[in-house]
């Protein structure tokens, strides 16, 4: 029986090498993995999921009208498919998530999604919401903060250099650079951030060593 999987982290914990690494077991077995990448994701070259260490592979697209249940059974029934491996998931809808599990439930095929579980205020995505109350595996990938604690939050840095804590969940072509801290730290920086808006601090750039 397929089962439908969220492998989740905060920034940095390798979540696309592990979908890479994922992706060459099933080819190298012969079997063929159907990659998607979130069309919102301009770090890279569009439809292609690269990972820090340098291994890449070309992806699908999914934007939030994409109905996944519609292409996968479409590219499953021009070549089978054995596995859907999704990065960037936290993007996807609640409908796209529902459209997973009936790919997992009745085509039979594995989902395997990789992506954030909050972002830089502390809140669910959409995506990730969804995958934490319906997949069948949870997986955390840990990375830790500079302190050495597990980073279970991410930090959205300004391009002042000072911890930014409202405005909107993505932040498309921004100069923003995120960083994965433990809670402890992200409530510290984030309440000294409020402390040098208020006047109450002088604004200087944060340093995470
Ligand atoms: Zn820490």
């Given at each position: 029986?397929?089962?439908?999987?969220?492998?989740?982290?905060?920034?940095n914990a390798?979540?696309?090498?592990?979908?890479?690494?994922?992706?060459?077991?099933?080819?190298?077995?012969?079997?063929?993995?159907?990659?998607?990448?979130?069309?919102?994701?301009?770090?890279?070259?569009?439809g292609?999921?690269?990972?820090?260490?340098?291994l890449?592979?070309?992806?699908?697209?999914?934007?939030?009208?994409?109905?996944?249940?519609?292409?996968?059974?479409?590219?499953?029934?021009?070549?089978?498919?054995?596995?859907?491996?999704?990065?960037?998931?936290?993007?996807?809808?609640?409908?796209?998530?529902?459209?997973?599990?009936?790919?997992?439930?009745?085509?039979?095929?594995?989902?395997?999604?990789?992506?954030?579980?909050?972002?830089?205020?502390?809140?669910l995505?959409?995506?990730?919401?969804?995958l934490?109350?319906?997949?069948?595996?949870?997986?955390?990938?840990?990375?830790?903060?500079?302190?050495?604690?597990?980073?279970?939050?991410?930090?959205?840095?300004?391009?002042?250099?000072?911890?930014?804590?409202?405005?909107?969940?993505?932040?498309?072509?921004?100069?923003?650079?995120?960083?994965?801290?433990?809670?402890?730290?992200?409530?510290?920086?984030?309440?000294?951030?409020?402390?040098?808006?208020n006047?109450?601090?002088?604004?200087?750039?944060?340093?995470?060593?």
């Amino acid at each position: 029986m397929a089962q439908l999987y969220f492998y989740y982290s905060a920034m940095n914990a390798g979540k696309s090498t592990s979908l890479l690494q994922s992706s060459y077991n099933y080819n190298e077995r012969g079997m063929r993995a159907l990659i998607f990448t979130a069309e919102i994701d301009t770090r890279f070259a569009q439809g292609k999921v690269v990972s820090r260490i340098g291994l890449s592979a070309d992806a699908l697209l999914f934007s939030p009208q994409t109905n996944m249940a519609e292409v996968i059974k479409k590219e499953n029934n021009n070549q089978k498919v054995h596995c859907v491996l999704i990065d960037e998931c936290q993007f996807l809808t609640k409908q796209q998530v529902e459209q997973l599990c009936d790919i997992v439930d009745n085509v039979d095929i594995p989902v395997l999604c990789y992506g954030l579980r909050t972002d830089f205020s502390g809140e669910l995505f959409s995506g990730s919401q969804y995958l934490l109350a319906w997949s069948d595996k949870l997986v955390e990938l840990k990375t830790v903060c500079w302190c050495g604690r597990k980073a279970g939050r991410v930090l959205r840095i300004g391009s002042d250099g000072i911890p930014v804590y409202e405005g909107a969940q993505v932040d498309i072509g921004g100069n923003e650079k995120y960083i994965s801290v433990c809670r402890k730290h992200y409530m510290e920086a984030i309440n000294k951030a409020k402390l040098m808006a208020n006047g109450q601090l002088p604004k200087v750039p944060f340093h995470f060593n």
